[in-house]
């Protein structure tokens, strides 16, 4: 992976448009964004109100802390987002109020090496398991019948 200096990278978003130099700050611009607005922003949640919940509810954490709404967010910050996505632990790069493409809400974050690790583990995991197969319509033969008992531990 290559890294780039902030000015560089908002150099290399120009082809994305207006969203690249209007909508990323430097450092110098502002220091810290609310912590649901950049979870939204780097597109953790779909909804800026999802982002709180999960603020609420104790899923994110800031260098080890748990994190709410309003904490603010600042360049340099290490989080670890838990969602549906699995387990992000991210290291703040950018900071961003506004949403704008998913091409640019990449490069507000970098995930560490041992998350993306984990992730990649867990989805094989997940392949690896047993295929579920649904019942089939109408009534259970004998056969499934005793299946289902032996599976519920009655026989």
Not at 84 to 111: C, K
Request: proline share 3%; charged share 30%.
């Amino acid at each position: 992976m290559i890294l780039l200096p902030v000015k560089d990278l908002l150099a290399s978003l120009s082809s994305i448009g207006r969203w690249a130099n209007v909508h990323l700050y430097e450092n110098g611009e502002v220091t810290s964004v609310r912590m649901d607005k950049w979870l939204w922003a780097a597109r953790f949640f779909k909804t800026r109100a999802l982002a709180a919940r999960a603020c609420e509810l104790g899923r994110i954490t800031s260098n080890g802390q748990a994190a709410k709404p309003a904490r603010d967010v600042r360049v340099g910050d290490l989080l670890l987002v838990r969602n549906d996505g699995g387990d992000f632990q991210v290291e703040v790069l950018l900071l961003s109020e506004v949403r704008g493409p998913a091409a640019v809400a990449q490069t507000l974050y970098r995930e560490t090496d041992a998350s993306r690790e984990q992730r990649q583990k867990l989805a094989e995991e997940r392949k690896a398991m047993p295929h579920f197969e649904a019942m089939r319509e109408g009534r259970p033969s004998k056969r499934d019948r005793r299946e289902l008992s032996r599976l519920r531990g009655r026989g």
